[in-house]
């Protein structure tokens, strides 16, 4: 059994993002880049697996610049087998993200998918359910628990005031919530044994998608700054501010 | 110009959710229809029609709707949509779980997490955690987009709109519902409650996470909340979490008890209109968003707070 896991390359989640002051965009020059936290999750889920004995070969796929090989390389150094880079220094939206992604499993025919939920840049929440929609295969998003028996997948959802379990056959789309498992660092012995693990790089030409941007930004913008309010002594004075003052109370 | 509000129900009744997102609707002009979906959902439908400016209400009903279940949603919306040019859906986990699907069937983008309506085809949406605001035009024929409810005002009720009975499509094919645990509670929900006490890692347990926060809540008929931090130290429910990766809030008071302040939090509750923090270390970011702070070890404050309410 094959589990492909796509990765993205973003902005380290410790790093704050400042705005261009020409309201372009973030600032990423310079800017200290890993990989999206919830990649991470689905690498570390497809890689128990693994050891498991469920699945017998992890592919770790990203879409992006050349240097996104440095996030597959952690991918590797995690315990993914192999690695694709679809190479494009675009910023691609989440449908064009989805069908490059279809291109790559129609080649590869894993019989799981497992990628974050969302990626701390965007923040979109898209790309997971959009595939499932275009490959026409079952969606189990915003996982906390995977259950693979035999030909069929189990998944714990987080979903409003709760957990929701459903169940699906193989193959399934899964998206990994923040809860599912706490990813492993990489130890040094396999990070030097993931530099000789195979990266094949291939031009997002060659898959003759349309991935041109259906949205225009018009500006990114600060978001409008909260004034410093007041400290207060006590808890009656507290109280006494929150009726009065806020009306709140 | 023809817009589709996909209704969120709680509990098979009609949320608040479903009115805030009528009102982005609105902004974005023309029609307003609803639709709803679910089991046993005539109710809910019914208490959509009277929404004020609601032209009619469509409702869908099957098993697998009443699960929310993605697929099963995206097989009724994804037709109804020749006769409509947007689709907004109330950014709820279950909007986020099927509203990209109808994006992709429908071969456009999908807008997520609007916080504003600039004009029928411009929007504002968070990025980076909320640390910037993205404005990003559509110029496709559908627009298919989630909106952040607690950044829009409700629609009144008042209206009288007619409920029709519309396909409940084909199910969610080899998806099956297995079962839910969901948290029963007497408090609001937490992203509609007026007030929200939230607790954080300085609790320490939670037995201490519920002797602390939960009476103080319930004597301000508030919702409880807590930080990433006391969520993953397994002191409070997944369902707690306020922040970018849990749950949005823009109640009128939040009052944050042991919370530094991580980037992660504020990003779910910047936008209330009042915030209290109390917290021991007077350094700690939280006080930098706080409308009043007060430095003190929750241990002393909360109960001088409960005798201060009486």
Redesign the interface.
């Known amino acids: 059994m094959k589990v492909l896991v796509p990765v993205k390359r973003v ?1 380290d989640y410790n790093v ?2 400042r ?1 261009k002051s020409d309201e372009t965009g ?1 600032d990423l020059a310079n800017v200290k880049m890993s990989m999206n936290p919830f990649c991470e999750i689905a690498v570390e889920e497809a890689v128990r697996l693994k050891e498991k004995g469920v699945v017998t070969e992890v592919v770790a796929v990203s879409i992006g610049p050349a240097q996104a090989q440095e996030t597959l390389r952690t991918a590797l150094a995690m315990g993914a087998d192999r690695a694709i880079l679809v190479q494009t220094d675009a910023d691609l ?3 064009a993200v ?1 069908k490059v992604l279809k291109a790559v499993i129609d080649e590869e025919s894993p019989n799981l998918v497992v990628m974050g939920k969302q990626a ?8 997971g ?6 490959l026409g295969w ?5 996982a ?1 628990k995977l259950e693979i028996a035999g030909d069929k997948a ?1 998944v714990t959802r ?12 193989l193959p399934v789309i899964v998206t990994a919530d ?2 599912l498992n706490e990813p492993r660092y990489a130890s040094l012995p396999n990070i030097m044994k993931a530099k000789k693990k195979p990266l094949d790089t291939k031009d997002i030409a060659s898959y003759g998608i349309d991935t041109a941007p ?10 409008p700054k ?1 004034g ?9 004075d ?2 006494a ?2 009726k009065n003052e ?1 009306g ?2 | 110009m023809a817009v589709l509000v996909i209704a969120d129900l709680n509990a098979g009744a009609l949320s608040d959710n479903t009115h805030k997102t009528v009102s982005a609707a609105q902004a974005i002009g023309g029609d307003v229809d609803i639709l709803v979906v679910g089991k046993d959902a005539k109710s809910a439908a019914d208490a959509a029609a009277k929404i004020e400016g609601v032209r009619k209400v469509l409702l869908a009903q099957s098993d697998d709707l009443g699960h929310g279940l993605a697929e099963a949603i995206e097989a009724v919306v994804v037709p109804l949509m020749s006769g409509y040019d947007a689709v907004l859906t109330p950014a709820t986990s279950q909007g986020k779980n099927f509203s990209p699907r109808i994006a992709a069937k429908l071969d456009v983008s999908h807008i997520s997490d609007v916080v504003e309506v600039v004009d029928a085809s411009t929007f504002v949406r968070p990025i980076y955690a909320g640390n910037a605001l993205e404005t990003v035009q559509s110029s496709e024929a559908k627009k298919v987009i989630t909106v952040r409810p607690t950044a829009f005002k409700a629609a009144g009720e008042g209206g009288s709109a007619s409920v029709e009975d519309v396909d409940a499509g084909a199910g969610a094919g080899p998806t099956k519902f297995v079962g839910e645990e969901i948290v029963k509670s007497e408090r609001p929900e937490l992203t509609g409650a007026k007030i929200v006490v939230s607790g954080g890692r300085a609790m320490g347990s939670a037995e201490e996470f519920q002797k602390v926060i939960e009476p103080l809540a319930d004597k301000l008929g508030a919702a409880v909340g807590a930080s990433r931090a006391a969520v993953d130290a397994g002191y409070a429910p997944n369902d707690y979490q306020v922040g970018q990766t849990g749950k949005v809030v823009a109640p009128e008071l939040y009052i944050a008890i042991g919370i530094s302040g991580a980037i992660q939090h504020l990003a779910g509750m910047k936008d209330s209109k009042v915030i209290v923090a109390i917290n021991k270390d007077g350094d700690a970011p939280i006080f930098q968003v706080a409308d009043y702070g007060l430095v003190a070890d929750y241990k002393t404050a909360v109960p001088e707070l409960m005798s201060a309410l009486g």
């Open positions: 902005i704050k993002p705005v973030v939206e989440p449908l989805a701390i840049d965007g923040d979109n929440n898209a790309t359910q959009m595939l499932s929609a275009l079952p969606q189990a998003s915003f906390s189990t987080e979903v409003d005031g709760g957990l929701q379990t459903i169940e699906a056959p923040l809860r259906r949205l225009k930004v018009v500006k990114v913008s600060e978001p909260r410093g309010g007041i400290k207060v002594e006590t808890a009656a507290l109280v501010k929150l806020a709140v109370l």
